[in-house]
């Protein structure tokens, strides 16, 4: 199995384990860690949600099948059109990080030492990306 294969098995396994609820766990989370970005989405906002996951994930699985170029042209033309929703480019980083902890938590004992290099590997070269946008 590739890199990115794992990581996708460990996000499937994750919502085996947990009701398929890492979108709705994900926004909770992140809005935790980030109040200031749940005033941006529109009220009615549970396909834009869904919608936007489904796209975070696909940067991350694409961080770790190391297609850096491609994530860093499509980061920078996301963060772009994010300006006019208002949103900043460290809420970037803490949606990142949001989803690795909800993964983590989330498969409880079956997350394995090779499981957290792959995520913090590929976590790590999503943000170096992010930090040249800032
Ligand atoms: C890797 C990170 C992200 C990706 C790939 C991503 C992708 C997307 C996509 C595909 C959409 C739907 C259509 C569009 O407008 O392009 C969207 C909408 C939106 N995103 Fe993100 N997003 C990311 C991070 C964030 C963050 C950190 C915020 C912080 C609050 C955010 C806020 C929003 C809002 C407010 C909308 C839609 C608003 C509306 O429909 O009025 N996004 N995003």
């Given at each position: 199995?590739?890199?990115k294969?794992?990581?996708?098995?460990?996000?499937?396994?994750?919502?085996?384990?947990?009701?398929?609820?890492?979108?709705?766990?994900?926004?909770?989370?992140?809005?935790?860690?980030?109040?200031?970005?749940?005033?941006?989405?529109?009220?009615?906002?549970?396909?834009?949600?869904?919608?936007?996951?489904?796209?975070?994930?696909?940067v991350i699985l694409d961080a770790a099948a190391e297609k850096l170029d491609f994530i860093d042209g499509h980061l920078g033309?996301?963060?772009?059109?994010?300006?006019?929703?208002?949103?900043?480019?460290?809420?970037?980083?803490?949606?990142?990080?949001?989803?690795?902890?909800?993964?983590?938590?989330?498969?409880?004992?079956?997350?394995?030492?090779?499981?957290?290099?792959?995520?913090?590997d590929a976590?790590k070269d999503t943000l170096k990306i992010i930090?040249q946008?800032?």
């Amino acid at each position: 199995m590739s890199n990115k294969e794992k990581m996708a098995a460990s996000i499937e396994r994750y919502q085996q384990l947990n009701n398929n609820d890492l979108c709705p766990a994900h926004f909770r989370y992140f809005y935790k860690c980030c109040p200031e970005a749940e005033a941006l989405f529109p009220d009615d906002n549970g396909l834009t949600h869904q919608q936007m996951q489904k796209e975070v994930i696909n940067v991350i699985l694409d961080a770790a099948a190391e297609k850096l170029d491609f994530i860093d042209g499509h980061l920078g033309s996301e963060m772009s059109k994010h300006e006019a929703y208002d949103v900043e480019p460290q809420m970037f980083e803490i949606m990142l990080k949001s989803l690795f902890d909800v993964i983590k938590k989330g498969l409880g004992e079956e997350w394995t030492d090779e499981l957290d290099l792959l995520w913090n590997d590929a976590l790590k070269d999503t943000l170096k990306i992010i930090e040249q946008y800032h």
